[in-house]
């Protein structure tokens, strides 16, 4: 008898996305979502389709993905996020590894479209993620990047997810405040605590490793997008943790994501008022920040202000470089 399979789709406001999650997912016994209260109409799309809706207030990804697990039908899971499409050679591989297991879970290959192009470097460029598993096996644990943990071998496909993790700069942009916020209460919860290690050292080390000795230089401007949010990224976690550890006291700073949401929409707005006919060279994405992280560090005099100026400095540079992304998303009709 065939084994049967259960793929589960976690959602929260996808309602752009989640029928193409399902129609791609149509060869499983059952499809499980498992929606953290979606005030858009992602539910309703949902119903017009044969599959079965949890809803669940969200508190983290490993609990929201573990009560999912614990009220599936079948015992394979895999799990798919509402922007990824399984591509028909996965499909016929998952289908054949479920058949005759010789694993308890499978990892396989993730190909990622940002901005304009599928990423080939990076962090972002050839990513295995653990996603096919035995629930007899396996279970979620961690509050973001959730890892599965699995009792026994793990086996690797050959076929390719496709991950269309970008939607608008907006959006992108608000993903990464919140896993920064939920990495950021796991460090917390260590008792950890963020220095100017922390806080210069690593997410510099985390763009320059990325753009230069992981080649994402070679992937343009999405590219170097990409590993300049993982910077931002980087910072705003241990901002976040110093934070929650009461080691920051300007008000702006305090409310972290809605100051830097301000800048984002500063950024925005600055990009629209320009004449879409000035031209953007790669050299802009580099030097208009780094001109106005130095101006606002030294002419400013946030240095003098300790970590607290540095960090609004590091921000002013990344507001405006994306103020030349946005002119330059602008002028590609991709915004």
Known sequence: ??????????????????????????????????????EDNTIEIA???KCNILQRKFDNFSNQKNFAISKAKNDWILVLDADEIITYQLREEILKAINNPEHQAYKMLFKNFFINRFIHHGSNGKKLKLRLFNRKSCHYKGLVHEELICNGSIGE???????????????????????????????????????????????????LNEYILRLGFLDGVAGLTSTAMNGYGV????????????????????NYDQYTSSLMHLAKEKAYSKNINTPVYIIDFFWYPFRSFLSTLFLKKQILKGKEGYIISYLDGFENYNTVLYHWLRKRNLE
């Open 1 to 38: 008898m065939p084994a049967k399979i259960t793929v589960l789709i976690p959602t929260y406001n996808e309602e752009d996305l989640i029928a193409q999650a399902i129609n791609c997912s149509q060869f499983a016994d059952e499809i499980l979502i498992i929606d953290s209260y979606s």
């Open 235 to 254: 910072l705003s976690r241990y901002v976040k943790l110093e934070i929650l550890n009461d080691r920051i006291n300007n008000p702006m700073l305090c």
């Open 47 to 49: 119903k017009k389709y």
């Open 157 to 207: 496909l050959k076929g390719r997810m496709l991950h269309y993790t970008y939607r608008s700069l907006a959006h992108f942009f608000q993903k990464k405040n919140q896993y920064s916020s939920l990495q950021s209460k796991q460090l917390f919860k260590k008792k950890k605590k963020a220095g100017w290690f922390e806080l210069m050292f690593k997410p510099g080390y985390r763009f």
